[in-house]
């Protein structure tokens, strides 16, 4: 069990460009999410999936927010046309539904994003 | 919507002092409830899970309590160290839904 892995771990981009990044969940793990965490502040939902499908987005994911996990392993969130106020970490998650500990949630080390 | 909110925003205590995290949340009807930390630029690091059917868990010096009816859940330290030093949060999993709401985390600094 090597853990959630995150990459890049740091990304800087200019206004206007696409990024993408990359989740590796815990193995065994059916369900994974991704939050945005800005400097002083709680982790903010942004999407959920269960296996391959994605069950719930929030309301406040704009459409140049994209996030896939084909074959329900690892998973990807883009952002098109970046902009300043995407500046953020992304943080990752996986958890296993079923067993003692349900539901449990474990974290990457996120992804940095600063757009310039 | 769920709202957790935690206090206080930042702590600081001696070494070797016990101390108590607060976490409150609106909904009462929750799955579960999780305690994080989070080192500075880094991921979270799970601490302790409490389904919404357990009333405590505890881990080595820490020990997490849950009452649903009052919307609260408090993290126990005991012995503080200064490698304790982080920002602690809580999520909380609403009954319905599969998302973690988080508070704003509470900032502890163990002085050596």
């Known amino acids: 069990d090597t853990g959630v892995s995150q990459n890049p771990r740091h990304k800087i981009t200019k206004r206007g460009q696409n990024v993408t990044f990359r989740c590796d969940p815990i193995?065994?793990?059916?369900?994974l999410y991704w939050y945005r965490q800005t400097l002083g502040q709680g982790p903010e939902f942004l999407t959920y999936f269960q296996n391959e499908a994605q069950l719930e987005k929030s309301r406040l994911l704009s459409d140049r927010f994209s996030a896939e996990r084909p074959k329900g392993s690892f998973s990807t969130l883009e952002i098109q046309r970046t902009e300043q106020g995407d500046s953020a970490m992304y943080l990752c998650?996986?958890?296993?539904?079923?067993?003692?500990?349900?539901?449990?949630?474990?974290f990457g080390e996120g992804s940095r994003l600063t757009v310039l | 919507k769920q709202e957790v909110t935690q206090i206080p925003a930042a702590l600081s205590v001696p070494e070797g002092e016990n101390l108590v995290l607060n976490c409150s949340f609106t909904d009462s009807a929750i799955y579960n409830l999780q305690w994080f930390r989070q080192d500075p630029g880094k991921g979270l690091t799970s601490l302790l899970l409490?389904?919404?059917?357990?009333r405590e868990q505890t881990s080595g010096r820490l020990n997490a309590s849950l009452d649903k009816s009052s919307g609260r859940s408090t993290l126990y330290i005991a012995a503080s160290q200064p490698g304790d030093s982080a920002t602690y949060l809580c999520a909380v999993r609403s009954g319905t839904g599969n998302q973690f709401y988080f508070g704003t985390g509470t900032s502890l600094t163990v002085i050596p």
């Open positions: 998650a996986s958890s296993l539904s079923g067993g003692v500990n349900t539901g449990e949630l474990f």
């Open positions: 409490i389904q919404s059917s357990q």
């Open positions: 193995s065994e793990h059916n369900r």
